[in-house]
């Protein structure tokens, strides 16, 4: 077991996709991907001396399309559900499965936080009764800045979240007792917190770099899924900056406190 100290924060990833294989050869998979994000942020904590030096990360990956699920709650601070090419709105065995884990989850989960990025934020929308689907404006894709409200500046400091996008399903609305904390003109909500400070999520990818989105974009535009316009338009600013730093410095902050 872990051992059950403010000195490692432990974050069990539900991996709920496999990255395009030009990503997965040169990035990893998500897990890797992941971990690397959170160690940024956690870098970024103790450099302006918000954390312990001593704290360490750990990340371990359980891929909940396998049904693979951590064991003992007990043994970490807070579940993250990943991006994934499936749909959240699907009457599929291993989504309903992951939708119910998270209502149970919040309900029995005592300390423990939740963090959803893009189908793990679409996830907890429809877990607490939001509707989602496919948006009838088709992708949103690439660097994106989206705005923060009042209480989206409190918690992700700054005015705006530059993230990139990778697309095309949306939460309809805000669920009882949420938050919204960013908004971008595509898809009005692209992120919310829970009353209670029990689960955050994002629409946007603080794990994806520049480098990561051109591979996405060349792979989906090849395939056929972007269009040659948007796939231009998104490569012209993929290397824009992004906030995925202090995103990722923020997740923990939440994950800690
Ligand atoms: C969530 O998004 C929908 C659709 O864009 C919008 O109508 C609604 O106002 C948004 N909810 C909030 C709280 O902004
Ligand atoms: C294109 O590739 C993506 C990523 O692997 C996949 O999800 C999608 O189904 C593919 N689309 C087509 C039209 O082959």
Redesign the pocket.
């Known amino acids: 077991m872990v051992p059950q100290s403010r000195s490692v924060i432990r974050v069990a990833l539900l991996v709920c996709g496999t990255p395009i294989p030009p990503v997965a050869e040169a990035f990893g998979g998500y897990p890797v991907i992941f971990r690397q994000l959170l160690q940024q942020g956690l870098d970024e904590l103790k450099s302006q001396d918000r954390i312990n030096q001593d704290v360490e990360l750990i990340l371990e990956g359980f891929d909940v399309r396998e049904d693979s699920y951590p064991e003992d709650l007990h043994d970490w601070d807070a579940i993250m559900i990943s991006g994934s090419a499936s749909n959240a709105y699907d009457d599929i065995s291993w989504i309903n499965k992951l939708v119910e884990y998270v209502q149970k989850l919040h309900k029995e989960g005592e300390g423990l936080k939740m963090v959803g990025i893009c189908f793990g934020h679409q996830i907890i929308g429809r877990a607490f009764g939001a509707k989602v689907s496919k948006s009838p404006d088709g992708w949103e894709l690439g660097w994106t800045s989206t705005d923060l409200t009042k209480e989206g500046q409190a918690f992700w400091k700054g005015t705006v979240m530059r993230i990139q996008e990778l697309h095309q399903d ?5 669920p009882d007792g949420f938050t ?1 904390l960013a ?1 971008s003109p595509h ?3 692209q992120s919310m917190v829970s009353n209670d400070h029990r689960i955050v999520s994002i629409q946007g990818h603080p794990e994806f770099t520049g480098p990561i989105m051109k591979e996405f974009i060349k792979f989906r535009t090849a395939n056929g899924t972007f269009s040659k316009e948007l796939s231009e338009a998104s490569m012209k600013v993929i290397d824009n900056p992004l906030d995925s730093v202090k995103v990722a410095a923020q997740i923990l902050q939440f994950i800690f406190a």
């Open positions: 949306f939460v309809h609305s805000i919204l908004t898809t009005t909500n």
